[in-house]
């Protein structure tokens, strides 16, 4: 089945590239206008009584095979080639009678692979992909005949997440577009505890050493860092890896100037925070730490390995990162050659004692597409593909996702669903790894995250108290919801922001270098101005007001 690229320009574009003509590829989108109609029999069925599904059980009787892409998790990849390798695929197979062929793009070219796809005159029947990061947004994947819109599909085959949508309305808001069309099967945190997964953390053994407590304010942190670095000689206390866009975004430092590097909520409206008083204050800061020796001068070049390293060999006593693959994983590393190694979390950091900390991390419930599902043109039986996807929502399938497979990964205590050994204390994997084979609790997918994971998950009483220290903020407020912008829209703030977000990160490693003096600052915020970020803001907002009136 054909489907239309992102818009008619870029299919010209692809096309000219590969050689074809532009009468072909007008053909081309031609054919795809005509697929508008392909989805009038599921259409049609839906207008039917949804009664005749009310005796559907699990496992589903079928001969068909799902074809399915979606990009391999880390913590899969670290030890299978392919999700169909898994304990987990191998439960899901069993217990909705589906078989799936699964597809990944290879490790590090996940979007440029994703972008060829959509040259395939053949789709795989479902791709799970970041639906707001298509070139404009869910609701023109949808309008190109990449994806379908999923409410009839709904109503029809999959009584399970239209279930918890009906009780969870906010959510049952994110995951539709501004037309009123469900695009995917999301991904869902299914709780308070799972909104927050990162924070700062630091050596505890050397703040016991030192006589030292955990910091709550800047100075205090500097404090502390200034300790590290002359009595611990760490050549950066302060360690963390600068190239996660999510680190990077919910940087504890610029939390305490109530700092955000991109769009946050202020007041009702969208505000853009990289021009903002606050976020030059937190540069201001980071210029004399680095200065002072307190932040890794690698700061721009680290990796996560290379940040795992420096924290636990002792070159960095504190950093930010995953409660999970951060503070779990380094505590195992670290102790390993050090028994007295331990990290602790430290709350956001406020300017003055006492203050609750404003920003921090925390997610919606819906975290903007990760994990999230859809069904393409392509796929020759809706029902089959959608009735996979549903098992997800399902009791059975939350148990699977989240804790696997019974006497295997989990055992059931007390009415609990609680881990093995098998992926509690697997002496050959980490328990993100040992996990990764047999859920997909400890990354995504489309299910329902529960909280038993992470209160598991998090084995260290350390990891326990970093959940409630790190979630002890008023970020809720300030988090924009899962606004789309039109097509139109989102190709102009797409073309803006490209050049912003550059010049943004350029300026932003040179003041905390040094190399960029802060007395540049009006300079800095005059040129993002005159690069469009106001035009950016209005339409960023006027999507906001139509997510309101949704």
């Known amino acids: 089945m054909r489907k239309s690229l992102k818009s008619l320009g870029s299919l010209l574009l692809v096309c000219s590239m590969l050689g074809l003509s532009v009468a072909g590829c007008s053909q081309k989108a031609a054919d795809n206008k005509a697929m508008d109609g392909s989805n009038e029999s599921v259409n049609e069925s839906s207008k039917e009584s949804v009664a005749e599904n009310t005796d559907f059980a699990y496992p589903m009787k079928t001969d068909k095979t799902v074809t399915y892409w979606t990009p391999l998790n880390a913590n899969v990849s670290a030890n299978y080639g392919n999700l169909g390798e898994t304990e987990f695929y191998k439960g899901l197979h069993e217990q909705s009678g589906i078989s799936v062929e699964f597809r990944h793009p290879a490790v590090g070219q996940e979007k440029e692979q994703f972008n060829l796809l959509l040259l395939d005159e053949e789709l795989p029947d479902v791709i799970e992909w970041e639906w707001f990061g298509y070139d404009g947004g869910p609701q023109k994947a949808i309008d190109d005949g990449v994806i379908i819109p999923l409410n009839d599909v709904f109503d029809k085959y999959c009584p399970n997440i239209k279930a918890y949508l009906k009780e969870h309305p906010d959510v049952d808001k994110m995951i539709r577009t501004d037309n009123g069309d469900y695009y995917c099967f999301p991904f869902i945190r299914g709780g308070d505890l799972l909104l927050t997964s990162m924070g700062p953390m630091l050596r505890a053994d050397w703040l016991e050493e030192l006589g030292l407590e955990v910091p709550k304010t800047i100075d205090e942190w500097e404090t502390v860092l200034t300790a590290f670095k002359e009595k611990k000689g760490a050549t950066g206390a302060f360690a963390y ?9 919910h940087n504890p430092f610029a939390c305490a100037y109530n700092a955000r590097r991109t769009f946050y909520m202020k007041d009702g409206k969208i ?59 380094w505590t195992k590393a670290g102790q390993e050659t050090n028994s007295n190694f331990r990290l602790v979390a430290a709350p956001y950091p406020t300017l003055e004692a006492g203050q609750k900390p404003e920003m921090g991390q925390k997610d919606n419930f819906y975290p903007g597409g990760l994990g999230c599902a859809a069904i393409t043109t392509s796929c020759k039986d809706v029902e089959v593909a959608a009735r996979l996807l549903d098992f997800g929502y399902s009791d059975a399938g939350h148990i699977l996702y989240n804790f696997g497979t019974e006497g295997v990964s ?3 205590e007390d009415g609990k669903h609680v881990y093995t050994d098998t992926l509690l204390k697997n002496p050959n994997l980490s328990i993100t790894h040992a996990m990764a084979g047999y859920v997909r609790a400890n990354y995504n997918g489309p299910f329902i995250q529960d909280e038993e994971y992470i209160l598991q998950y998090f084995a260290l009483d350390e990891q326990k108290e970093a959940l409630k220290l790190w979630s002890d903020t008023n970020t809720a407020k300030y988090t924009v919801p899962p606004i789309t912008p039109n097509a139109e829209e989102s190709k102009e703030i797409a073309k803006i922001m490209t050049e912003i977000n550059t010049y943004r990160d350029e300026c932003t490693l040179k003041f905390i270098l040094g190399t960029m003096d802060m007395s540049e600052w009006d300079t800095y915020v005059s040129t993002i101005k005159s690069m469009g970020i106001d035009k950016v803001l209005e339409m960023e907002n006027a999507a906001l007001e139509r997510y309101n009136a949704r």
């Not at 890896?241 to 975004?249: E, F």
């Not at 800061?285 to 990796?303: C, N, R, V, Y």
């Open 241 to 249: 890896w600068y190239s996660v866009p999510d680190l990077t975004n």
């Open 271 to 329: 505000a853009y925070g990289a021009i903002e008083d606050g976020y030059k204050n937190y540069l201001q800061k980071m210029s004399e730490w680095m200065k002072a020796g307190l932040i890794d001068p690698d700061l721009a070049t680290l990796t996560n390995d290379q940040v795992a390293a420096k924290i636990t060999n002792g070159s960095a006593g504190a950093s930010f990162a995953w409660g999970g693959s951060g503070m779990g994983n």
């Open 410 to 412: 989990y055992t059931l």
